[in-house]
């Protein structure tokens, strides 16, 4: 009956079902000396966590007491600093209205010689048209003259054969 409940309590202990209780009756009975042999495969671990239990740390453990964040403090402190006077100064020390009047006429002025060019560019694109209306003219022209030369030629047979 005993071996039939250990039996039972291992397979819950697999199944991750048992109580605390339930546990320590396994550790008892994997303690003992009086192990069923086919369950002999199971004592090095309830032994392991047994003795697992009780190891400890013995070493020192160094605490660091100084504090090492001042300067993770005084550099953020500088980076709020430049990006503060990096918003302020161009404000501070900017162009006056003299410059940005000096600015804005001079921008201007660019703008109308940029016109000016738009114009010259459009005209010259204007007479480029012109030009290609001419040569297609011309091209024309020069194959309606190379059908004459072959009527001239058709027509001087005909006139020698009579």
Do not use: C
Request: proline residues 2%; neutral net charge.
């Amino acid at each position: 009956m005993v071996l039939n409940n250990i039996e039972n309590l291992i397979e819950k202990y697999n199944n991750a079902e048992t109580t605390l209780k339930e546990e320590a009756q396994l550790k008892a009975y994997f303690a003992s000396d009086n192990v069923a042999a086919h369950l002999e495969h199971y004592k090095p671990m309830f032994q392991y966590f047994s003795q697992s239990k009780q190891e400890q740390y013995t070493k020192d453990v160094p605490l660091n007491t100084k504090k090492k964040t001042r300067l993770y403090q005084w550099i953020s402190v500088a980076a709020v600093t430049v990006l503060m006077l990096g918003l302020s100064v161009p404000n501070l020390f900017g162009p006056t209205e003299k410059e940005k009047q000096e600015a804005l006429l001079v921008y201007n002025q660019t703008m109308e010689a940029f016109n000016l060019i738009s114009i010259g560019m459009n005209e010259g694109k204007t007479q480029l048209t012109s030009l290609a209306l001419v040569s297609d003219n011309i091209n024309e022209g020069v194959q309606q003259a190379s059908r004459l030369g072959e009527f001239n030629t058709v027509t001087n047979k005909i006139l020698k054969n009579k």
